[in-house]
T-cell receptor
Framework: GNSVTQMEGPVTLSEEAFLTINCTYTATGYPSLFWYVQYPGEGLQLLLK?????DKGSNKGFEATYRKETTSFHLEKGSVQVSDSAVYFCALTYNTNAGKSTFGDGTTLTVKP | KAGVTQTPRYLIKTRGQQVTLSCSPISGHRSVSWYQQTPGQGLQFLFE???????NKGNFPGRFSGRQFSNSRSEMNVSTLELGDSALYLC????????????FGEGSRLTVL
């Protein structure tokens, strides 16, 4: 079956540090890939997405590139802020099954001033 | 546009009881999915409804059930509650024809004593 593996957390960074959260997936065909973010006490919200190989999703300074050859979708940000502290989830879905997404375990990011 | 609304936000039940959770999707979204979030298992897909029909189902026992109404509002029910059912239950809606991005509610936190 499909699966998503995220780097284990938690991750603690100082403000303005560079962020990478690794995500690899196991799936057949060409799923769409997503990063969601969950702030304390809230549901998940979409951060960015990519729907085909070599696509780069970006939003709020975060980026991730869909790498088919390495089955990866690593999340990066050049300079994190305290407000970026949250839990980040990598996920995949197929358009034909779009209501059913497979999520990674989540990575907790804490940014210290 | 109003977001996904889940009620109740918090509830406490005892073992053996049953519970019903409600979800109102974003206006115009006809797909509603339910996920269980726990610290140990992460985000697990329960089921998805589209136009009042269950379109996808996860690997949960029959104690977990759901339905969708003609206005796209959805309910999920858990019967004969067990301690292990304590979790955050997230509802997500999706626009038909999209690439699978989910819009989540804030969740219903269920505690089973």
């Amino acid at each position: 079956g499909n699966s998503v593996t995220q780097m284990e957390g938690p991750v603690t960074l100082s403000e303005e540090a560079f962020l990478t959260i690794n995500c690899t997936y196991t799936a057949t065909g060409y799923p769409s890939l997503f990063w969601y973010v969950q702030y304390p006490g809230e549901g998940l919200q979409l951060l960015l997405k990519a729907t085909k190989a070599d696509d780069k999703g970006s939003n709020k300074g975060f980026e991730a590139t869909y790498r088919k050859e390495t089955t990866s979708f690593h999340l990066e940000k050049g300079s994190v802020q305290v407000s970026d502290s949250a839990v980040y989830f990598c996920a995949l879905t197929y358009n034909t099954n779009a209501g059913k997404s497979t999520f990674g375990d989540g990575t907790t990011l804490t940014v210290k001033p | 546009k109003a977001g996904v609304t889940q009620t109740p936000r918090y509830l406490i039940k005892t073992r053996g009881q049953q519970v019903t959770l409600s979800c109102s999707p974003i206006s115009g979204h006809r797909s509603v999915s339910w996920y269980q979030q726990t610290p140990g298992q992460g985000l697990q897909f329960l089921f998805e409804y589209f136009s009042e029909t269950q379109r996808n189902k996860g690997n949960f026992p029959g104690r977990f059930s759901g339905r969708q109404f003609s206005n796209s509002r959805s309910e999920m029910n858990v019967s004969t509650l067990e301690l292990g059912d304590s979790a955050l239950y997230l509802c997500a809606s999706m626009q038909q024809g999209s690439t699978g991005e989910l819009f989540f509610g804030e969740g219903s936190r269920l505690t089973v004593l």
